[in-house]
């Protein structure tokens, strides 16, 4: 787009255009061909929320700053600002975002000030030098990427479209859990659930939402996923439960990528129940002769369409049993062979012979022949 450095706006009520800011007090809109640049700070006491056609942000020396008692609302948005867009009150975006120059930046420590995407508005443009740092939210009816990062790196987190119904908000935060700069609590990464082995020390994302969903977290080679995982079958999304105060396992439903960059999901959660997400790692191998494959996911695609446990056949006296989130048991079977594809089969299971609901199960599995039962977490995927 090119840049415009007129005003074609519809000025109702009363407003100020000095050298220094575009102060508004009164009612302004942007009417749909309409095109404004700002190239100065933008001060909203006024409504400056019902806009359509273009408005950018343009500064080739310095930053600009939005401020006000109001939050504006513009249609379609470009940024080039070569030292930064600084938000110190929300801004909306309802039609299309797009990154040109530099970042935008919102306090990091007043979780209501955001970059907005209203009605699954798209962006496009980001990189390591173009992203939200701070927060950003949105809301919508689609799947959703947050254009996210901190330290010029752009750590996108993403979430599934039920979360877009009510609000969901992030931010990505380049900084040790243990001496977060931005809360007011620590989140000890020694202190985590049985199932876990280690928590990530070098980074965490913050993710608001009381809608269920599944959360894609990124790495890159600043991550340090091998200090965790040699095998990202091992690899966990964790988050820190407000009410255990500690950490907790939020599954590996997938992943793509290798050690250096590449990305992973989470089972289904509720964002609000945690403070902050990040990387932890569970172990698989249960001894030098077992291994347990916790992912499963049952589509007939011939990868991992049944719950594997490697070894298993040299524990002929086995018994499994599987329970979902409510303690029921939906599956059991004495000498369990590499046979479970997700069908409910349970002794006590009311919809006996139906495909299970995606999701986290918990399985108990006794070896027998003196050997010591274990237990843990599977997710099925389809």
Same mark, same amino acid.
């Given at each position: 787009?090119?840049?415009?450095?007129? =005003?074609?706006?519809?000025?109702?009520? @009363?407003?100020?255009?000095?050298?220094?800011?575009?102060?508004?007090?009164?009612?302004?809109?942007?009417?749909?061909? &309409?095109? $404004?640049?700002?190239?100065?700070?933008? !001060?909203?006491?006024?409504?400056?929320? %019902?806009?359509?056609?273009?408005?950018?942000?343009?500064?080739? %020396?310095? @930053?600009?700053? $939005?401020?006000?008692? +109001?939050?504006?609302?513009?249609?379609?948005?470009?940024?080039?600002?070569?030292?930064?867009?600084?938000?110190?009150?929300?801004?909306?975006?309802?039609?299309?975002?797009?990154?040109?120059?530099?970042?935008?930046?919102?306090?990091?420590?007043? #979780?209501? $000030?955001?970059?907005?995407? !209203?009605?699954?508005?798209?962006?496009?443009?980001?990189?390591?030098?173009?992203? #939200?740092?701070?927060?950003?939210?949105?809301?919508?009816?689609?799947?959703?990427?947050?254009?996210?990062?901190?330290?010029?790196?752009?750590?996108?987190?993403?979430?599934?479209?039920?979360?877009?119904?009510?609000?969901?908000?992030?931010?990505?935060?380049?900084?040790?859990? +243990?001496?977060?700069?931005?809360?007011?609590?620590?989140?000890?990464?020694? +202190?985590?659930? @049985?199932?876990?082995?280690?928590?990530?020390?070098?980074?965490?994302?913050?993710?608001?939402?009381?809608?269920?969903?599944?959360?894609?977290?990124?790495?890159?080679?600043?991550?340090?996923?091998?200090?965790? $995982?040699?095998?990202?079958?091992? =690899?966990? #999304?964790? /988050?820190?439960?407000?009410?255990?105060?500690?950490?907790?396992?939020? *599954?590996?439903?997938?992943?793509?990528?290798?050690?250096?960059?590449?990305?992973?999901?989470?089972?289904?959660?509720?964002?609000?129940?945690?403070?902050?997400?990040?990387?932890?790692?569970?172990?698989?191998?249960?001894? /030098?002769?077992?291994?347990?494959?916790? &992912?499963?996911?049952? @589509?007939?695609?011939?990868?991992?369409?049944?719950?594997?446990?490697?070894? !298993?056949?040299?524990?002929?006296?086995?018994? =499994?049993? !599987?329970?979902?989130?409510?303690?029921?048991?939906?599956?059991?079977?004495?000498?369990?062979?590499?046979?479970?594809?997700?069908?409910?089969?349970?002794?006590?299971?009311?919809?006996?012979?139906?495909?299970?609901?995606?999701?986290?199960?918990?399985?108990?599995?006794? =070896? /027998?022949? *003196? %050997?010591?039962?274990?237990?843990?977490?599977?997710?099925?995927?389809?």
């Amino acid at each position: 787009m090119n840049k415009v450095t007129y =005003l074609a706006v519809c000025f109702l009520i @009363n407003t100020t255009f000095a050298q220094e800011a575009f102060h508004n007090f009164g009612n302004v809109q942007i009417h749909d061909q &309409g095109k $404004v640049g700002f190239h100065m700070d933008v !001060i909203n006491d006024g409504t400056f929320d %019902q806009n359509l056609g273009f408005t950018g942000f343009y500064n080739t %020396q310095n @930053n600009i700053t $939005v401020s006000g008692s +109001n939050r504006p609302v513009f249609y379609d948005v470009e940024i080039d600002v070569i030292d930064d867009l600084f938000l110190e009150v929300s801004l909306g975006v309802a039609n299309f975002q797009e990154f040109v120059n530099g970042r935008v930046q919102t306090p990091r420590d007043q #979780v209501d $000030v955001s970059l907005d995407y !209203i009605n699954d508005a798209p962006y496009s443009g980001e990189s390591d030098s173009r992203y #939200v740092d701070g927060y950003a939210s949105m809301t919508g009816a689609l799947d959703f990427t947050f254009p996210i990062g901190d330290d010029f790196r752009l750590r996108p987190m993403s979430v599934e479209s039920e979360a877009a119904i009510n609000t969901s908000k992030g931010a990505y935060f380049f900084e040790n859990p +243990n001496t977060p700069n931005f809360f007011s609590g620590s989140f000890n990464t020694d +202190n985590f659930e @049985n199932l876990l082995y280690g928590v990530s020390r070098f980074e965490f994302w913050d993710l608001d939402g009381d809608t269920e969903t599944r959360v894609t977290l990124t790495w890159d080679d600043n991550s340090n996923i091998p200090t965790l $995982v040699d095998n990202l079958e091992n =690899l966990r #999304v964790v /988050g820190w439960d407000k009410t255990r105060n500690q950490w907790v396992n939020l *599954g590996n439903t997938s992943f793509q990528g290798d050690l250096n960059s590449g990305n992973i999901t989470s089972d289904l959660i509720i964002p609000d129940n945690y403070e902050i997400l990040t990387f932890g790692s569970s172990e698989i191998l249960l001894d /030098g002769d077992l291994e347990i494959f916790t &992912g499963v996911s049952p @589509n007939g695609d011939g990868e991992n369409d049944v719950f594997r446990i490697q070894g !298993i056949d040299q524990f002929p006296d086995n018994e =499994l049993s !599987i329970f979902n989130r409510w303690g029921v048991e939906v599956y059991n079977k004495k000498g369990y062979d590499n046979s479970w594809g997700g069908i409910s089969e349970g002794r006590t299971t009311i919809a006996k012979g139906e495909e299970l609901p995606v999701g986290t199960y918990y399985y108990v599995l006794k =070896l /027998g022949s *003196g %050997q010591k039962d274990r237990a843990g977490y599977l997710y099925i995927t389809r």
